[in-house]
C-alpha cells in the first residue's frame, strides 16, 4: 500500500534553514506529480510546491517562491523540500502528497521557526 513519510522537522530560528524529506513506497513513485503542503495552526491547509514526474518541472507559492526548492530522487524515491530564509509565518506541520487518485497523503512533519 502507499506511504509517505515526512521526515526533517524541528525547531530553528528566523533566517534559518531547514530540508524535510518524504520517502515514499508502494507505488510507482517515478510515475506521478508529488507536492509539499502545510497547515499552520487554526487555518487550512495550503499549497506549498509541485514537481513533476520526471523532476522538470516545479511549481511554487508566492509565499515561499525563491526561498523553498522542491526535488526529487526517482531512484532512492524520496522527495525534498530545501527551505531557506525561513520566516516565523513558515510554522506549520509540512505533508507530502502524492497526486493519484483522491490523493495520498503522509502523517506530516512539525516545522517551528521561533527566536
Given at each position: 500500500?502507499?506511504?509517505?513519510?515526512?521526515?526533517?522537522?524541528?525547531?530553528?530560528?528566523?533566517?534559518?534553514?531547514?530540508?524535510?524529506?518524504?520517502?515514499?513506497?508502494?507505488?510507482?513513485?517515478?510515475?506521478?506529480?508529488?507536492?509539499?503542503?502545510?497547515?499552520?495552526?487554526?487555518?487550512?491547509?495550503e499549497?506549498?510546491?509541485?514537481?513533476g514526474?520526471?523532476?522538470?518541472?516545479?511549481?511554487?507559492?508566492?509565499?515561499?517562491?525563491?526561498?523553498?526548492?522542491?526535488?526529487?530522487?526517482?531512484?532512492?524515491?524520496?522527495?525534498?523540500?530545501?527551505?531557506?530564509?525561513?520566516?516565523?509565518?513558515?510554522?506549520?506541520?509540512?505533508?507530502?502528497?502524492?497526486?493519484?487518485?483522491?490523493?495520498?497523503?503522509?502523517?506530516?512533519?512539525?516545522?517551528t521557526?521561533?527566536?
Amino acid at each position: 500500500q502507499v506511504q509517505l513519510v515526512e521526515s526533517g522537522g524541528g525547531l530553528v530560528q528566523p533566517g534559518g534553514s531547514l530540508r524535510l524529506s518524504c520517502a515514499a513506497s508502494g507505488f510507482s513513485f517515478s510515475t506521478y506529480a508529488m507536492s509539499w503542503y502545510r497547515q499552520a495552526p487554526g487555518k487550512e491547509r495550503e499549497w506549498v510546491a509541485t514537481i513533476g514526474n520526471s523532476g522538470g518541472r516545479s511549481n511554487y507559492a508566492d509565499s515561499v517562491q525563491g526561498r523553498f526548492a522542491i526535488s526529487r530522487d526517482n531512484v532512492k524515491n524520496t522527495l525534498d523540500l530545501q527551505m531557506n530564509s525561513l520566516k516565523l509565518e513558515d510554522t506549520a506541520v509540512y505533508y507530502c502528497k502524492l497526486h493519484s487518485g483522491g490523493g495520498y497523503w503522509g502523517q506530516g512533519t512539525q516545522v517551528t521557526v521561533s527566536s
